[in-house]
């Protein structure tokens, strides 16, 4: 049988309070839930994930979070602070930070290919009459905006850019 978890009375309003709030997201009123059938009830994992029709292993997953994170609970309930303690039970029922790659490209360095985009090719001594995303690359490196860039990534940014009101297309095809 899973350990019970232990709720303080202040712990216990605060969930009930995430728990009927308009504003909460479910994710966070699953949780509060698995929290409080776990300590109220003391029911097992099977039970409470068939009553809140989720998996025994999301019920088990939170159970442990709230077991991992009890001390920090309760040195922040000594202290005294309630909106101390919403604000790191939210924390405790909250998904952790995704790993991924960081964006390679930052939204200044977005904006100044967009912008070199409405240019005129002739300003750049370029023989061309319109952009193609081969040579906003090109010219994206000699400025030194990015290091490096293919023609697609711009085509990408300009795609997604894309004003849809626009007389005629910003780049050659």
């Avoid at 292993?57 to 077991?67: I, M, P, Y």
């Avoid at 360095?109 to 985009?117: E, G, K, M």
Wanted: proline content about 5%.
């Amino acid at each position: 049988m899973p350990q019970q978890l232990e709720v303080s009375q202040k712990q216990e309003a605060i969930l009930n309070q995430l728990i009927r709030g308009h504003q909460t997201p479910q994710n966070l009123v699953i949780r509060a839930k698995i929290v409080l059938g776990g300590a109220q009830y003391g029911r097992r994992n099977q039970e409470i994930a068939r009553e809140l029709n989720i998996s025994g292993q999301t019920v088990k997953k939170w159970r442990e979070r709230w077991l991992e994170g009890r001390t920090k609970l309760e040195t922040i309930e000594v202290e005294g602070e309630k909106g101390k303690l919403t604000k790191a039970i939210k924390q405790v029922l909250s998904d952790e930070p995704r790993s991924g790659t960081p964006a390679t490209f930052s939204a200044e360095q977005v904006c100044q290919i967009i912008a070199l985009a409405c240019e005129v090719p002739d300003l750049s001594n370029r023989p061309i009459t319109e952009w193609t995303p081969q040579a906003l690359a090109d010219e994206a490196i000699k400025r030194e905006i990015v290091e490096s860039i293919s023609a697609s990534q711009v085509r990408l940014f300009l795609k997604r850019g894309r004003i849809e009101a626009a007389s005629q297309p910003v780049l050659a095809q």
